[in-house]
């Protein structure tokens, strides 16, 4: 059997050893990349430290697992990038392709904004939609309940993960996107019934 996907092959492997409890697992094949996920996973303190050793396979690492992995895997397709070819690629760049997509994906029908007042309005709001992933989003939420999309699937189609849902991550941000949608606009104040019942 040829292994082409050394790192998918040791995050399941890792998935797999978690899930029944095991203290350590032995990754083979071993691989830079492999290494390097390994290191930065040290490093947040998900995974043990890792040795190296020589089997008659070849080199293979026995990771030591801390019981903190509950989820693990690749994105699929990955491509190889040269460093050289990176860096020709300047941010402005891959901005102005990813408003392409967006502009795109926000022509494809109306937009409907809307305005929120009130303790955590921002928190709120993104609770009730849920994660910016739809696929992600916990049961109940607007994105979990009406969609489905993920960034594998958005990369497979070459286009924006359709969150048809955006909330402001914050107030400054939700002050910025207000004067976009509705300057000039003359907010009215009101009470609602949960604030008259609650803050007062």
Request: aromatic share 10%.
């Amino acid at each position: 059997m040829v292994l082409n996907d050394t790192l998918s092959t040791a995050m399941s492997k890792i998935l797999d050893y978690e899930e029944i409890g095991k203290k350590q697992v032995q990754i083979y094949p071993s691989s830079k990349v492999v290494k390097k996920v390994l290191d930065i996973l040290n490093q947040k303190n998900y995974l043990g430290e890792y040795d190296e050793t020589k089997t008659n396979r070849g080199e293979a690492l026995m990771l030591n697992l801390l019981g903190k992995i509950n989820k693990c895997g690749v994105i699929k397709p990955r491509f190889s990038v040269k460093k050289d070819n990176f860096e020709k690629t300047d941010a402005l760049s891959v901005g102005e392709e990813v408003r392409k997509r967006l502009l795109k994906y926000w022509l494809e029908g109306p937009i409907v904004v809307s305005a929120w007042q009130g303790p955590s309005a921002v928190v709120v709001a993104r609770k009730i939609r849920g994660h910016t992933f739809p696929v992600d989003a916990e049961p109940g939420t607007l994105h979990a309940t009406y969609g489905f999309d993920s960034p594998l699937l958005a990369t497979t189609k070459d286009r924006v993960v359709k969150t048809f849902i955006h909330t402001s991550g914050s107030i400054e941000e939700a002050n910025r996107e207000i004067d976009y949608w509705f300057k000039n606009y003359d907010f009215k104040d009101y009470e609602t019934l949960i604030e008259h019942l609650y803050i007062r």
